[in-house]
Each structure stands twice: as structure tokens, then as C-alpha cells.
């Protein structure tokens, strides 16, 4: 029987689209006629759409190479490879196990959409500032930053569901993060 932490943890890709009832229902039928049962609705809420899949950079690579030039409400199909509490000690120890994956020839950047959580010089829980996220993240990460045109990109979702807060990680190649409706990062 899975728990409710379980179930929270369960999702490996995120779709984000255009706003509204009706944009969410079409999103969801192109990504069914597009993988069909290969992927499962996890979880959704204000325009996001939760799902878990077996190969998840695979079936978002499905997705968007699809939709490309094609009318759709949906914005990015990202594939999550972890998903933690949005501690910073806890996301620092999962972007380092995937940051160690990027050719060290190669760039990266990170990208944080909402806030991770800390602790101040008193003990005391506090919400950080992305950029000091950022700051902490990079610190211990030896590849080349490239904020602009980056071969990598460290993408970190704070997502609420169910009245907790999760941060996604991904590791993704710079053509994972692109707009499907605009086809750029």
C-alpha cells in the first residue's frame, strides 16, 4: 500500500501549460494520443500536470518532438530525476550526484523555480533567496558556468501538492528545457 509521502514522490515528469480547465483537458489528450498508457496522471493543479513514466527523459523527448509547430497550451515537458524535501543540504546532495554527470568540458547553469529552505546563523528555519540557493548549489560544482547558452541546465521546481512541499530535480540537456510553443530554453 503506497503512503501518502509515496505517492507525493511518485511523479517523474512535469508538464506545464496555458492556464484553465479546458487548455489542461487538451494538454492531457495530446500527451495520451501522443505516449497513450505509457505514462500515468499523478497528480495536477494550476496548470500543472504530474506524471510518472518508466523512461521519463524518454516519453518527455516524445512529447515535445510531437508537439513542435504543432497548436498546443503546453509550455514544457520536464523530465524529473529526484525528487526530495526542498532542503538546501538535501538538493546540494542530489545536484552534486548529477552535476558530476555533465563532461567536464561542458557548461551548466541552474535554474530554481521557488524557494528552497535553510537554516539562519541562529538555527532558526528560513526561506532562502534564490540566488543564495544558487550561490550554495554551485559552490562545490567544478564545470563551467554558462548563464546564456549553457549545454546543461540544473533545473530545481519547488511544487506543492497536497500541502507539501517537494523540491524536483533534473538534470537536463539545454533542447530539454525548451518551450514547446517557442522551441528555446
Do not use: C
Amino acid at each position: 500500500m503506497l503512503t501518502l509521502k509515496d505517492e507525493i514522490m511518485e511523479f517523474n515528469i512535469i508538464v506545464t501549460h496555458e492556464p484553465g480547465r479546458d487548455n489542461y483537458y487538451w494538454a492531457l489528450n495530446q500527451i495520451r494520443d501522443i505516449v497513450g498508457h505509457e505514462v500515468r496522471v499523478v497528480y495536477s493543479k494550476q496548470s500543472l500536470i504530474f506524471l510518472k513514466a518508466k523512461d521519463p527523459h524518454e516519453i518527455a523527448r516524445r512529447i515535445r518532438s510531437a508537439l513542435k509547430g504543432s497548436s498546443t497550451p503546453i509550455f514544457r515537458v520536464i523530465p524529473v530525476d529526484v525528487i526530495v524535501d526542498p532542503l538546501i543540504t538535501q538538493v546540494k546532495n542530489e545536484v552534486l550526484k548529477l552535476a558530476s554527470k555533465i563532461p567536464k568540458n561542458e557548461t551548466y547553469r541552474i535554474t530554481i523555480q521557488g524557494h528552497l529552505y535553510g537554516f539562519d546563523e541562529h538555527g532558526r528555519f528560513t526561506r532562502l533567496h534564490t540566488m543564495d540557493s544558487i550561490k550554495i548549489l554551485a559552490s562545490d560544482i567544478d564545470r563551467k558556468v554558462n548563464l546564456t547558452n549553457p549545454h546543461w541546465i540544473l533545473f530545481i521546481k519547488v511544487v506543492t501538492i497536497r500541502s507539501r512541499e517537494v523540491a524536483a530535480i533534473s538534470l537536463l540537456q539545454r533542447s530539454e528545457f525548451e518551450n514547446v510553443q517557442r522551441g528555446s530554453a
